[in-house]
């Protein structure tokens, strides 16, 4: 009997450990602020406002934990207090604060953004309490404001992997971090996007987005379709990782070559969002231990420094308007886990996002007075360590 509860209490826990572990980025509150308290009409008695729902921001926290620490959905602010004879101004309700992470756009039931919370600590009001009473509302406290409202999450990691599945996104991110990601031979193996922190020997972090795969037709829903391409959003360097031998969903889907594959990411991005595009871009090629790749990387070189003239030859289907920019290629075999190559390619991305926050810096603040800030900080790194650039 007792052996019998123990499987039974394992059966029933099981689901709750794989919900546990499930990924979320987007979650739906009810949120209402509080209603105002009673005036009191014999003193002229005002009623306590009610209190306020706000959005705040907190690291180190996930939607899961979200859920996990409201227990609830629906969200109400504390009613304002009434007017009484010892006390003539009710107190105020008290506050709901839901704590978010970074990252977080919220939107309310027609799809407006109410606000984008990107830093740490910021607030935003998403739901008023009502006004206590007072002689223009007959002494009645109002209702508070009520609305439901939607926390869409978007990773923040500077570099985000972009690839057919099979690539070796995962692979990449497992060599160059301590995450421990699911690598395996099928496609599809990373089904929820992952972090991983990249250090450097100076204390330098550079995070890493590992997503999903992403094929041809992926804005119609093919394959896990490109909802995750949000994650790419807020990255500010784009990393595509290419099979040298191609990619084949399964025998009644087109082969399509390595240099294909990548004009179709390009495609799928543009048709998410064209903007995409103008980040900065690294290429690995992978795969450079498989048969004849030396040879087919000969042959591709000169399509892939310009690809412009090789996507005028394709065929329109997979054509896209605008062509990626990219700034580096790198043959690589990931699974070799050879570290100079690794290291190459980690100082590659660093140097890139570099390049490219040092060109946002001039266009922000002008060209000399940045230039003298940035080697400053250039000679500060080399001095003292950590410093974040
Ligand atoms: N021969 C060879 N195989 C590799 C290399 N890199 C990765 N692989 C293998 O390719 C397969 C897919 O690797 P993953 O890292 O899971 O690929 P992914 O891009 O994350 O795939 P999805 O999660 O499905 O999108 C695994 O069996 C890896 O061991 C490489 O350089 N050479
Ligand atoms: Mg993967």
């Given amino acids: 009997m007792v052996l019998l509860t123990q499987i039974l209490y394992q059966v029933k826990k099981l689901p709750r450990k794989y919900l546990r572990t499930r990924f979320i980025d987007s979650l739906r509150l009810l949120v209402r602020g509080g209603t105002g308290g009673a005036g009191l009409p014999r003193y002229g008695g005002i009623g306590g406002a009610g209190g306020n729902v706000y959005v705040v921001t907190k690291d180190k926290l996930n939607l899961q934990d979200v859920i996990k620490k409201l227990k609830t959905k629906r969200i109400k602010a504390d009613a304002g207090g009434d007017s009484s004879a010892k006390g003539i101004i009710g107190a105020p309700g008290e506050d709901k604060i839901i704590s978010v992470p970074c990252g977080i756009t919220i939107y309310n039931q027609n799809g407006v953004i109410l606000g984008e919370l990107n830093k740490e600590k910021m607030k935003l009001l998403v739901a008023k309490g009502g006004n206590g009473g007072c002689e223009e ?168 420094h310009d690809l412009s003239d090789y996507v005028a030859t394709c065929p329109e289907e997979i054509r896209p308007e605008q062509i990626i920019q990219i700034d580096n290629i790198l043959p690589v075999s990931l699974i070799s886990k050879d570290k100079k190559q690794i290291e190459k390619i980690k100082e590659r991305i660093r140097s890139t996002l570099d390049k490219y926050q040092e060109r946002q810096h001039i266009i922000q603040y002008g060209d000399s007075l940045g230039l003298q800030l940035i080697d400053r900080i250039k000679q500060q790194t080399k001095q003292h360590t950590p410093t974040v650039i």
Avoid at 220 to 246: A, P, S
Avoid at 293 to 301: G, H, P, S
Wanted: charged share 25%; glycine share 8%.
């Fill in 137 to 304: 509302t007959g002494y009645c406290g109002l209702k508070g404001e009520s609305q439901t409202i939607k926390l869409d999450m978007k990773l923040i990691a500077d570099v985000g992997l972009v690839g057919f599945p099979n690539a070796g996104k995962s692979t990449f991110l497992a060599a160059v971090s301590r995450t421990k990601p699911k690598i395996a031979d099928y496609p599809f193996t990373t089904i929820r996007p992952r972090l991983g922190i990249m250090k450097y020997e100076d204390e330098r972090q550079i995070t890493v987005a590992d997503l999903p795969g992403l094929i041809e037709g992926a804005h119609m829903n093919v394959g896990m379709g490109h909802k995750f391409l949000k994650h790419i959003e807020r990255t500010k360097l784009l990393l595509f990782i290419i099979d040298i031998q191609g990619f084949q969903l399964s025998p009644k889907y087109t082969r399509r070559s390595c240099l294909e594959t990548l004009v179709l990411l390009n495609k799928e991005i543009e048709l998410y969002k064209p903007d995409l595009l103008k980040m900065p871009t690294i290429v690995i090629i992978n795969k450079m231990d498989t048969d004849n790749a030396d040879n087919i990387l000969k042959e591709i070189k000169p399509a892939l």
